[in-house]
Protein backbone atom coordinates (compact mmCIF):
# COMPACT_ATOMS: atom_id res chain seq x y z
CA UNK A 1 0.00 0.00 0.00
CA UNK A 2 1.25 3.73 -1.32
CA UNK A 3 1.78 5.97 1.70
CA UNK A 4 -0.22 8.36 -0.10
CA UNK A 5 -3.37 7.58 -2.15
CA UNK A 6 -4.65 9.68 -4.98
CA UNK A 7 -7.14 8.97 -7.54
CA UNK A 8 -5.29 9.44 -10.83
CA UNK A 9 -8.47 10.60 -12.93
CA UNK A 10 -8.79 11.66 -15.41
CA UNK A 11 -11.11 14.26 -13.75
CA UNK A 12 -13.18 16.16 -16.71
CA UNK A 13 -15.65 18.51 -15.18
CA UNK A 14 -17.70 21.37 -17.61
CA UNK A 15 -16.64 25.39 -17.03
CA UNK A 16 -17.58 26.66 -13.99
CA UNK A 17 -18.23 23.28 -11.88
CA UNK A 18 -16.72 22.84 -8.48
CA UNK A 19 -13.57 20.33 -9.05
CA UNK A 20 -13.12 17.82 -5.69
CA UNK A 21 -9.80 16.26 -5.38
CA UNK A 22 -8.55 14.24 -2.22
CA UNK A 23 -6.15 12.44 -0.84
CA UNK A 24 -5.53 9.57 1.72
CA UNK A 25 -3.00 8.60 3.42
CA UNK A 26 -1.43 5.50 6.07
CA UNK A 27 1.33 7.83 8.01
CA UNK A 28 -0.21 9.63 11.30
CA UNK A 29 3.18 11.60 11.59
CA UNK A 30 2.24 13.75 8.84
CA UNK A 31 2.13 17.59 9.48
CA UNK A 32 1.40 19.62 7.06
CA UNK A 33 -0.45 19.04 3.58
CA UNK A 34 0.25 20.83 0.30
CA UNK A 35 -1.91 21.07 -2.60
CA UNK A 36 0.77 21.59 -5.96
CA UNK A 37 -0.59 21.74 -9.41
CA UNK A 38 1.27 20.86 -12.54
CA UNK A 39 0.77 21.85 -16.43
CA UNK A 40 2.46 19.06 -18.47
CA UNK A 41 6.33 19.57 -18.89
CA UNK A 42 6.85 22.17 -15.67
CA UNK A 43 7.84 22.10 -12.53
CA UNK A 44 5.06 21.87 -9.76
CA UNK A 45 3.22 25.20 -8.79
CA UNK A 46 2.43 25.35 -4.74
CA UNK A 47 -1.58 26.08 -4.45
CA UNK A 48 -2.37 25.71 -1.09
CA UNK A 49 -0.72 24.67 2.27
CA UNK A 50 -2.20 23.39 5.49
CA UNK A 51 -0.85 22.62 9.10
CA UNK A 52 -2.55 20.32 10.90
CA UNK A 53 -6.25 19.87 10.73
CA UNK A 54 -8.89 22.27 9.25
CA UNK A 55 -9.51 24.46 6.40
CA UNK A 56 -7.92 27.04 4.49
CA UNK A 57 -9.52 29.32 1.72
CA UNK A 58 -7.39 31.09 -0.54
CA UNK A 59 -9.66 32.38 -3.72
CA UNK A 60 -11.29 29.91 -5.76
CA UNK A 61 -9.13 26.89 -3.77
CA UNK A 62 -10.34 25.51 -0.34
CA UNK A 63 -8.15 23.01 1.44
CA UNK A 64 -9.58 20.69 3.94
CA UNK A 65 -7.44 18.04 6.52
CA UNK A 66 -9.17 15.84 8.33
CA UNK A 67 -6.42 13.98 10.34
CA UNK A 68 -8.72 12.05 12.72
CA UNK A 69 -9.58 10.13 9.01
CA UNK A 70 -6.05 11.03 7.45
CA UNK A 71 -7.74 12.32 4.19
CA UNK A 72 -7.18 15.66 2.85
CA UNK A 73 -9.18 17.57 0.39
CA UNK A 74 -9.22 20.40 -2.37
CA UNK A 75 -11.91 21.81 -3.94
CA UNK A 76 -11.84 24.51 -6.71
CA UNK A 77 -15.19 26.88 -7.47
CA UNK A 78 -16.04 27.69 -10.43
CA UNK A 79 -13.33 26.02 -12.49
CA UNK A 80 -11.87 27.12 -15.74
CA UNK A 81 -10.48 25.68 -18.72
CA UNK A 82 -7.05 27.01 -17.28
CA UNK A 83 -7.60 25.02 -14.33
CA UNK A 84 -6.78 21.98 -16.61
CA UNK A 85 -3.67 20.20 -15.32
CA UNK A 86 -2.54 17.39 -12.41
CA UNK A 87 -2.87 18.15 -9.25
CA UNK A 88 -0.94 16.62 -6.66
CA UNK A 89 -1.74 16.50 -2.89
CA UNK A 90 1.71 16.25 -1.03
CA UNK A 91 2.61 15.78 3.21
CA UNK A 92 5.75 16.06 5.12
CA UNK A 93 6.46 15.08 8.58
CA UNK A 94 7.92 18.48 10.26
CA UNK A 95 9.15 21.84 8.46
CA UNK A 96 11.29 21.35 6.27
CA UNK A 97 11.31 17.62 5.49
CA UNK A 98 10.73 15.81 2.40
CA UNK A 99 7.66 15.74 0.91
CA UNK A 100 5.42 12.61 -0.01
CA UNK A 101 3.55 13.06 -3.05
CA UNK A 102 0.20 11.30 -4.05
CA UNK A 103 0.05 10.03 -7.82
CA UNK A 104 -1.79 12.90 -9.22
CA UNK A 105 -5.14 13.25 -10.53
CA UNK A 106 -5.62 15.09 -14.00
CA UNK A 107 -8.05 17.41 -14.44
CA UNK A 108 -9.97 18.55 -17.10
CA UNK A 109 -12.00 21.68 -17.41
CA UNK A 110 -14.07 21.70 -20.53
CA UNK A 111 -15.28 25.17 -21.52
CA UNK B 1 8.15 35.42 -4.70
CA UNK B 2 11.13 33.08 -4.38
CA UNK B 3 12.19 31.21 -8.08
CA UNK B 4 14.05 28.17 -8.89
CA UNK B 5 15.35 28.61 -11.83
CA UNK B 6 17.04 25.04 -13.65
CA UNK B 7 18.61 24.40 -16.64
CA UNK B 8 18.34 23.01 -19.00
CA UNK B 9 15.07 22.40 -19.56
CA UNK B 10 15.56 20.15 -21.84
CA UNK B 11 18.83 18.24 -22.70
CA UNK B 12 19.46 15.21 -25.42
CA UNK B 13 22.71 13.31 -24.86
CA UNK B 14 24.29 10.32 -26.62
CA UNK B 15 24.74 7.21 -24.05
CA UNK B 16 27.78 6.82 -22.21
CA UNK B 17 28.50 10.28 -21.60
CA UNK B 18 27.53 12.62 -18.62
CA UNK B 19 25.41 15.11 -18.24
CA UNK B 20 24.60 18.26 -15.76
CA UNK B 21 21.77 19.51 -14.60
CA UNK B 22 21.66 23.24 -11.94
CA UNK B 23 19.17 24.25 -9.92
CA UNK B 24 19.28 27.72 -8.42
CA UNK B 25 17.49 29.86 -5.88
CA UNK B 26 17.54 33.22 -6.99
CA UNK B 27 16.30 35.23 -4.63
CA UNK B 28 16.52 33.28 -1.12
CA UNK B 29 19.46 30.95 -0.18
CA UNK B 30 18.32 27.77 -0.21
CA UNK B 31 19.81 25.52 2.91
CA UNK B 32 17.90 21.96 1.21
CA UNK B 33 17.44 21.13 -2.05
CA UNK B 34 15.29 18.10 -3.31
CA UNK B 35 15.78 16.06 -6.85
CA UNK B 36 13.59 14.52 -8.18
CA UNK B 37 12.55 12.40 -10.79
CA UNK B 38 9.23 12.07 -12.91
CA UNK B 39 7.70 9.54 -15.84
CA UNK B 40 5.10 9.98 -17.69
CA UNK B 41 1.57 10.36 -16.39
CA UNK B 42 3.68 9.42 -13.05
CA UNK B 43 4.04 11.62 -9.40
CA UNK B 44 7.52 12.63 -8.16
CA UNK B 45 10.04 10.69 -6.90
CA UNK B 46 12.21 11.71 -4.60
CA UNK B 47 16.07 10.77 -5.43
CA UNK B 48 17.65 12.63 -2.91
CA UNK B 49 18.28 15.44 -0.85
CA UNK B 50 20.80 17.62 -0.11
CA UNK B 51 21.96 20.19 2.13
CA UNK B 52 24.92 23.24 1.36
CA UNK B 53 28.06 22.05 2.42
CA UNK B 54 27.10 18.14 3.35
CA UNK B 55 27.07 14.84 1.45
CA UNK B 56 23.17 14.44 -0.33
CA UNK B 57 21.39 11.86 1.49
CA UNK B 58 20.09 9.54 -1.66
CA UNK B 59 16.85 7.36 -1.23
CA UNK B 60 16.84 3.64 -1.36
CA UNK B 61 17.33 2.31 -4.42
CA UNK B 62 19.05 5.53 -6.26
CA UNK B 63 22.72 4.86 -7.46
CA UNK B 64 24.60 7.91 -5.66
CA UNK B 65 27.47 6.93 -7.85
CA UNK B 66 25.22 7.33 -10.92
CA UNK B 67 23.42 10.49 -9.98
CA UNK B 68 25.60 12.69 -8.76
CA UNK B 69 24.69 15.30 -6.60
CA UNK B 70 26.78 18.74 -5.47
CA UNK B 71 25.12 21.69 -2.94
CA UNK B 72 28.57 23.97 -2.77
CA UNK B 73 26.83 26.89 -2.08
CA UNK B 74 23.14 28.22 -0.39
CA UNK B 75 21.81 29.17 -4.10
CA UNK B 76 23.25 25.94 -6.16
CA UNK B 77 22.72 22.56 -6.58
CA UNK B 78 24.07 20.38 -9.32
CA UNK B 79 22.92 16.61 -10.66
CA UNK B 80 24.90 15.22 -12.61
CA UNK B 81 23.91 11.95 -14.74
CA UNK B 82 26.89 9.97 -15.03
CA UNK B 83 27.62 7.34 -18.02
CA UNK B 84 23.75 8.21 -19.06
CA UNK B 85 21.98 5.01 -20.63
CA UNK B 86 18.67 5.37 -22.34
CA UNK B 87 16.85 4.16 -19.22
CA UNK B 88 17.79 7.26 -17.47
CA UNK B 89 15.48 9.45 -20.02
CA UNK B 90 13.27 11.19 -17.65
CA UNK B 91 11.89 14.60 -15.84
CA UNK B 92 14.07 15.85 -13.46
CA UNK B 93 13.16 18.09 -11.24
CA UNK B 94 14.28 20.21 -8.32
CA UNK B 95 13.23 21.84 -5.15
CA UNK B 96 14.55 24.23 -3.05
CA UNK B 97 13.76 24.78 0.83
CA UNK B 98 13.71 28.67 1.91
CA UNK B 99 15.20 29.13 5.04
CA UNK B 100 13.05 31.93 6.01
CA UNK B 101 10.25 30.35 5.64
CA UNK B 102 8.99 26.43 5.64
CA UNK B 103 6.07 26.96 2.88
CA UNK B 104 9.45 27.87 0.45
CA UNK B 105 9.52 24.53 -1.42
CA UNK B 106 9.77 25.80 -4.83
CA UNK B 107 10.07 23.96 -7.69
CA UNK B 108 12.38 24.32 -10.94
CA UNK B 109 10.45 23.91 -14.09
CA UNK B 110 12.10 20.75 -14.90
CA UNK B 111 14.72 19.16 -17.27
CA UNK B 112 13.66 16.70 -19.76
CA UNK B 113 16.89 14.50 -20.23
CA UNK B 114 16.73 11.80 -23.65
CA UNK B 115 19.58 10.12 -23.90
CA UNK B 116 20.10 8.64 -27.61
Known amino acids: QKEVEQDPGPLSVPEGAIVSLNCTYS??????FMWYRQYSRKGPELLMY????GNKEDGRFTAQVDKSSKYISLFIRDSQPSDSATYLCAMSEAAGNKLTFGGGTRVLVKP | GAVVSQHPSRVICKSGTSVKIECRSLDFQATTMFWYRQFPKKSLMLMAT?????????EQGVEKDKFLINHASLTLSTLTVTSAHPEDSSFYICSASDSRSYYGYTFGSGTRLTVV
Open chain 2, 50 to 58: SNEGSKATY
Open chain 1, 27 to 32: NSAFQY
Open chain 1, 50 to 53: TYSS
